[in-house]
């Protein structure tokens, strides 16, 4: 019994510590807890470039802080993408809401991939451009349909958008994706993955207990520890601190600028 108290007592002492980053989040005002669902912020972040004056193929990968005070533990995920020539964006993503009106939860829609997600602005992680970028997208939409749980969706630990994110990266060697830390489900792995799979990076491996515990090793990610859904770690390709509620710390490498080819 003491030993059980004590390892309990260890375990409340150590997400107490993970607790302080989304603590921080919420204290320094970086997510709205006060706009409602409908007024929130929807607009463009001009981050995309125009498909009018862009007739090179482009693949992205976009996270932004989920809506109210989940957004102070989680980003949201998503994929999109425009086919050489096309004069719009596919935008790829799974989102919770469907699930609750019995909807798949996985969605395929066209229009600026740069969206404001409900008053949170968006950041880039991937941006690959030109004869890659073409060569990629028929494999993304085939790895999009593969995703094993489209009439699931948890917040918590997932599977959810960032599940879905993860899935779609996994299939495909060539994009080495770095989601932060902050991605909460994209180290989601049941009993048919035998909770081990290839880093969400594709530069390393992972061992995960339902997204609840495991860990990280690889070279975009570094070394990344699981706890309860909260991700912390060490990246040294970066020099940087990966942190539950904040993210990504350090001097880090643009990902845009590094996967961006002509």
Not at 81 to 101: D, Q, S
Not at 201 to 230: F, H, R, V
Request: glycine fraction near 8%; charge should be neutral; avoid cysteine.
């Amino acid at each position: 019994m003491k030993y059980f108290l004590r390892s309990l007592r260890r375990l409340t002492a150590i997400v107490l510590l993970l607790l302080i980053g989304p603590g921080l989040v919420i204290l320094t005002g970086e997510v709205d807890l006060d706009t409602p669902w409908s007024k929130a912020n929807r607009d463009r972040a001009g981050i995309a470039p125009h498909p009018n004056s862009t007739s090179e193929a482009i693949v992205q990968v976009y996270g932004a802080r989920t809506y109210n005070w989940r957004g102070a533990f989680a980003v949201h995920t998503w994929l999109a993408f425009k086919e050489e020539n096309a004069r719009e964006y596919t935008r790829l993503e799974v989102i919770g809401w469907r699930h609750y009106r019995g909807m798949p939860v996985t969605s395929v829609s066209t229009g600026w991939p740069d969206r404001n997600w409900f008053g949170s602005k968006p950041e880039i992680y991937y941006d690959l451009r030109g004869k890659q970028a073409a060569e990629i997208i028929p494999e993304i939409k085939k790895a999009a349909k593969t995703y094993r749980f489209p009439d699931r969706y948890e917040a918590w630990p997932g599977p959810n958008s960032n599940t879905f994110t993860a899935h779609v990266i996994r299939q495909i060697p060539a994009l080495n994706v770095d989601l932060p830390p902050t991605a909460i489900g994209k180290d989601y792995l049941d009993e048919d993955d035998n909770f081990y799979a290839a880093a969400p990076s594709n530069t390393g491996l992972q061992l995960s207990l339902y997204g609840m515990a495991g860990i990280t090793l690889a070279k975009a990610e570094g070394l990344e520890i699981n706890i309860l859904g909260l991700n912390f770690g060490i990246d040294p390709d970066n020099i940087a601190l990966r942190l539950p509620g904040i993210g990504k710390v350090g001097f880090i490498e643009s990902s845009s600028a590094a996967s961006s080819q002509k």
